[in-house]
């Protein structure tokens, strides 16, 4: 049933790119993050950006999550997407911040998830994980209420610094 979910969950986010009609440029991206899944976690990763306009961007992002669990270290990897949208027009800071909705995906849980990101580098997201795994990692079951901390670092901009 979990299967079921979890290939229902790609196919929806293979069909919000498939309303897109212009070719999409892409940014890569590394980021950095906390997460708060029943258990604190430092988070690591990549991510594509694919952008249209300015006023929806697709994310979607590979991470680990690394963190102690009833005092073993434990590692989790993550799939994620999420659709960025601002459609606010006539504004001083164009698109300065934008709502966030997306999904992740672990070993050991799927988590619908919403929030704000401040120009895609700052994100604060909430969700709900639904436990995949009801075993959990080192005997604690990961579920319920999450919270996530996310700074997205562009190569770009990091090749920029590093160049200098």
Do not use: C, W
């Not at 790119?17 to 899944?37: P, R, W």
């Not at 694919?50 to 994310?59: A, H, T």
């Not at 050991?108 to 998830?113: G, L, R, S, V, W």
């Not at 005997?139 to 590093?162: A, R, W």
């Amino acid at each position: 049933m979990m299967n079921k979910r979890f290939v229902f969950s790609i196919a929806l986010l293979l069909l919000f790119f498939g309303f897109s009609k212009a070719q999409l440029t892409v940014h890569k991206m590394v980021h950095v993050g906390y997460v708060y899944q029943n258990q604190s976690f430092a988070e690591v990763g990549g991510r594509l950006l694919f952008l249209n306009n300015d006023d929806f961007i697709y994310r979607l992002g590979v991470a680990g999550m690394m963190g102690s669990v009833n005092g073993k270290f434990a590692i989790i990897p993550k799939v994620q997407g999420d659709i960025l949208f601002n459609t606010e027009r006539n504004v001083d800071l164009y698109h300065s911040y934008y709502f966030l909705a997306g999904a992740e995906a672990t070993t050991k849980y799927i988590a619908p998830k919403a929030g704000v990101t401040l120009f895609g580098i700052i994100d604060l997201t909430g969700g709900y994980a639904f436990p995949i795994d009801k075993s959990g990692i080192n005997g604690k079951e990961l579920k319920g209420l999450n919270f996530n901390f996310t700074i997205n670092l562009p190569l770009v901009m990091l090749h920029d610094l590093l160049k200098k």
